[in-house]
Each structure stands twice: as structure tokens, then as C-alpha cells.
């Protein structure tokens, strides 16, 4: 039965919506953008590439957890984990401001606790493996403030292993040998995999090297639109054996339409392909992207499930679509600070 936008809001209320990638934190870093600020909804069309996350519309959305993920330019590639360092400062900021809005959280618990204080749960994800700046010791720090996932890969090649597409782009190059070691001692420090960007070849080898469940924070599916940023179904499959998840990106060009159903279409297609414990929201806001009419910023998130009420989504189903196999994924690997002695 299909949801009202009032139904679906109060169903926010009842269940954990999480989202696995916001750009926002450089936008706090570099502009000040002022996270608790309730800020204009952006243009339609091309003009709303960011500005589509901040506290209040976090909480018209029914939003329990965001994921703030951290990138930076890789060229030169010095200066990428001081980068990711003054995005987790602003982040520290705004949560030192808005103690009682906010919280800093790592564990499926943490997320279930803020949200019983009323608090927006706020975690942490890196965006490029150019942040570790070829080292490995970079990232146990990075997980000691909170880091919960590594994206191996961004728009260039680095010392993990290649692109989807971009600089250094090469089909039939995988994952480096430090890449393996990456793979490794994120798994050894409770940091998720994160295999958006990656090249296929990479995409597999990571698989490969880990043991624990990976995700995928931002994607669309190849077997909806045909795009070099999306992923095939094995790449679904693959992900679903290792009971990781995949978060769908709320982008006009990666989805192939404009319309809010597009994102039901990749979602489904995820479902029918590797069954119901495997898609998750995934929006790139504050990303550059155009998202879908409907879905203009993250207080529209209500439609969404509004979306897939109508397509004959369960509420059982929805719960674990919008947050749930989220959850699961960070229950399933354990954060630093709750890793066994
Ligand atoms: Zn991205």
C-alpha cells in the first residue's frame, strides 16, 4: 500500500534513515558553510550541484544518520591527508556548536542512541585513497577519530589502483600490492571498504584481499543505465556474497532521468538481482550532482520512500533500503575503539 507524504515521514520516525555519502564537510572547510543554518533549497537544474544538507533539512528529511565523506585533489598528492584532517575538523566544530543537534558516532549503536536523544548521527568516510599519501600508518589515525570507511579510488589513478574513469584510467591494471595492503589494514582498523570509483578490475581484487563486508557508498547500476560510473551485476553480486551494501546516488546522469523513479529503478534492479540486504541510499549531495525532481535536497527524502511505497515496497523491505543493511554493515565490522583487545 503507498505511503502519504505524512505516512512516510512518520515512518522516518520509527525506523534509522541513513545515507552514505555528503560532500558537505569541504564545503564547511572551505567556505564556513554553516551546517546548522537552514540554508535556500538549491536552484533546479544546474544550479544545485551543493547545498542540499544542513541540520534542519537533515531533520525535515527524518534523517537519523549522514555519512560526511571526506575527498580532496589528488595533484599534487601531498597535502590530501591534511586535507581530509580540516574536513574532520570542521565536522569537530560544528558538533562543538550544536552539541545537542549532533553527534559523532561510529557503531550501529552510536547511530541508535543519538537518534533516542534526538540527535542527527554524523559519521565519517574518506573519498580517494590519495588521502593516505602512499603510506599505511595513515590509517589508524584516521580511524581513531572515526573514520568508518576508505573509497579506495576517486577520479585519478593512485598508489592503491586505478579508476573507473579519469587520470591514469586502465582497464587491465587492479589493485597495487600497497592497494592489497590497504585493503588489509582497513579491515585490521574497523574501516569499511568503500569500492565507489574503482576500476572493475580493482573492484574485484579488493574483494579478493578482504574478508569483512565492503560497500559500494555511491553508484548507480549498469543494468538500469549504461554508464561507466555504474556497476554490473556480478559487481552486485559480488558485494551481496560478502553481505556488504550499496548505496544508490541520487544524480541525474549516473541514474539516466530526472525522475525520482529512476532511483526506484536502480534500486530494485539491486533487489532483483542480489535480494533485499543489499541496497542503501548513497545521494552524493554537496557532490556536484543534479539529483532527481523530488529529491532536491535531503529534507525530500520522505518522497523517496514515498517512491517505493507506490512500486509495492513493504515497510519491512523500506526499513532495511533506507538504513537498515547500513546498519548491519557497521554492526559487521567493527569500529576502532569497540575492536576486540
Ligand atoms: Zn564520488
Given at each position: 500500500m503507498a505511503l502519504t507524504p505524512d505516512e512516510a515521514r512518520a515512518f522516518h520516525d520509527e525506523i534509522h534513515v541513513m545515507d552514505?555519502?555528503?560532500?558537505?564537510a569541504k564545503l564547511m572547510d572551505k567556505?564556513?558553510?554553516?551546517?546548522a543554518a537552514r540554508h535556500e533549497r538549491p536552484m533546479p537544474k544546474?544550479?544545485?550541484?551543493?547545498?542540499?544538507?544542513d541540520l534542519p533539512r537533515l531533520r525535515d528529511g527524518g534523517v537519523a544518520g549522514q555519512f560526511f565523506s571526506f575527498w580532496t585533489t589528488?595533484?599534487?598528492?601531498?597535502g590530501c591527508t591534511k586535507s581530509v584532517v580540516k574536513q574532520l575538523d570542521a565536522l569537530d566544530v560544528a558538533m562543538a556548536k550544536n552539541p545537542s543537534d549532533l553527534a559523532w558516532t561510529r557503531t550501529g549503536a552510536d547511530v541508535r542512541a543519538a537518534k533516542a536523544q534526538r540527535k542527527i548521527a554524523a559519521l565519517g568516510g574518506i573519498e580517494g585513497g590519495q588521502a593516505l599519501e602512499g603510506t599505511l600508518d595513515a590509517i589508524e589515525p584516521f580511524a581513531r577519530r572515526g573514520?568508518?570507511?576508505?573509497?579506495?579510488?576517486?577520479f585519478s589513478a593512485n598508489a592503491i589502483g586505478r579508476p573507473a574513469?579519469?587520470?591514469?584510467?586502465?582497464?587491465?591494471a587492479g589493485l597495487t600490492a600497497f592497494g592489497r595492503d590497504v585493503v588489509r589494514e582497513c579491515e585490521r582498523c574497523g574501516v569499511i571498504v568503500d569500492l565507489a570509483h574503482i576500476n572493475r578490475r580493482g573492484f574485484f581484487d579488493a574483494l579478493e584481499v578482504g574478508s569483512l563486508p565492503p560497500m559500494v557508498s555511491h553508484t548507480g547500476v549498469l543494468g538500469v543505465h549504461e554508464h561507466w560510473r555504474n556497476i554490473d551485476d556480478e559487481q552486485i553480486r559480488a558485494v551481496a556474497n560478502r553481505q556488504g551494501c550499496i548505496g544508490i546516488i541520487f544524480s541525474r546522469k549516473y541514474l539516466?532521468?530526472?525522475?525520482i523513479e529512476s532511483v526506484v529503478d536502480h534500486i530494485l534492479h539491486v533487489i532483483a538481482v542480489a535480494g533485499e540486504d543489499v541496497p542503501a541510499l548513497g545521494?552524493?549531495?554537496?557532490?556536484f550532482v543534479v539529483p532527481p525532481e523530488g529529491l532536491?535536497?535531503?529534507?525530500?527524502?520522505p518522497n523517496l520512500t514515498v517512491a517505493l511505497s507506490r512500486r509495492g515496497v513493504t515497510p519491512r523491505v523500506l526499513e532495511k533500503i533506507l538504513g537498515g543493511n547500513v546498519l548491519r554493515v557497521l554492526d559487521a565490522v567493527p569500529a576502532w575503539g569497540t575492536l576486540r583487545a
Open positions: 552514505l555519502h555528503a560532500d558537505t567556505l564556513g558553510y554553516d551546517l544546474l544550479a544545485n550541484v551543493f547545498g542540499h544538507v589528488p595533484y599534487p598528492e601531498r573514520v568508518r570507511y576508505l573509497g579506495l579510488l576517486h574513469k579519469g587520470r591514469g584510467a586502465d582497464p587491465d539516466g532521468s530526472a525522475s545521494s552524493d549531495f554537496d557532490g532536491e535536497d535531503v529534507g525530500a527524502m
